[in-house]
């Protein structure tokens, strides 16, 4: 069963436009960690942010920020004033307590920003 | 500091074939990983490595994948009689310990391809 769901295959926007990646999740744990990673062209994932169950904070650093919403399920990542440096895949993961070093990634959303 | 390394970038053979595909950890970090990622897909869990024994292999799709990490640093994915199925890029990444408060640093991944 797909764990992670990412239902926008791809955004194209242009830049200094803002871009929200959905994110919706599904498990029964209780205690369980949400992950947003950056594929950028050169193929190397790069770690964003991690969120546990319990921290239900949304948070900002710089132009990116995350809304988490235990009650939907869902950990959205929003790219605020995007530049072309920001284009790249962007992909959502879970682990869960049991097996918490078990990343489960969604399919991953690519994101295109024109100049 | 030195991130971690993968060799080769790429890797090309034949159905039928052996390959063997390494990574060198971020010295110090006790667990490893390997990932799987097809194209258009997020990566998806292999093996987990805690010092040198693999302490969870269930991703590992058959029989005909390996891994070892016998001093508790590099490892190598070996694949044998490989088929086209099998093309995708392998990522490799390590933590500092298995727990999820301790982020996954990815390599830039072997793309293997099956002729």
């Known amino acids: 069963a797909q764990k992670v769901t990412q239902a926008q295959t791809e955004i194209s926007v242009v830049e200094k436009e803002d871009v929200t990646l959905d994110c919706v999740y599904e498990?029964?744990?209780?205690?369980?960690?949400l992950f947003w990673y950056k594929q950028p062209p050169s193929g190397e994932l790069v770690f964003l942010i991690r969120?546990?169950?319990?921290?239900?904070q949304n948070e900002i650093s710089g132009r990116y920020s995350w809304n988490f919403q235990k009650s939907t399920s869902s950990f959205n990542f929003t790219i605020t004033a995007s530049q072309v440096v920001d284009s790249a895949v962007y992909f959502c993961?879970?682990?869960?307590?049991?097996?918490?070093?078990?990343?489960?990634f969604g399919a991953g959303t690519t994101v295109t920003v024109r100049a | 500091g030195a991130g971690v390394s993968q060799t080769p970038s790429n890797k090309v053979t034949e159905k039928g074939k052996y390959v063997e595909l390494r990574c060198d950890p971020i010295?110090?970090?006790?667990?490893l990983y390997w990932y799987r990622q097809s194209l258009g897909q997020g990566p998806e869990f292999l093996i987990y490595?805690?010092?040198?024994?693999?302490?969870?292999d269930s991703g590992l799709p058959n029989d005909r994948f390996f891994a070892v990490r016998p001093e508790g640093s590099v490892s190598t994915l070996k694949i044998q009689r490989t088929e086209r199925g099998d093309s995708a890029v392998y990522l490799c990444?390590?933590?500092?310990?298995?727990?999820?408060?301790?982020?996954?640093?990815f390599g830039p991944g072997t793309r293997l391809t099956v002729t």
């Open positions: 990444a390590s933590s500092l310990m298995r727990i999820s408060s301790y982020e996954q640093y």
């Open positions: 993961a879970l682990s869960e307590s049991l097996n918490d070093y078990k990343l489960s």
């Open positions: 498990t029964r744990d209780t205690t369980y960690y």
């Open positions: 490595f805690q010092g040198t024994g693999a302490a969870d």
């Open positions: 010295s110090g970090h006790t667990a």
């Open positions: 969120r546990n169950s319990f921290d239900e």
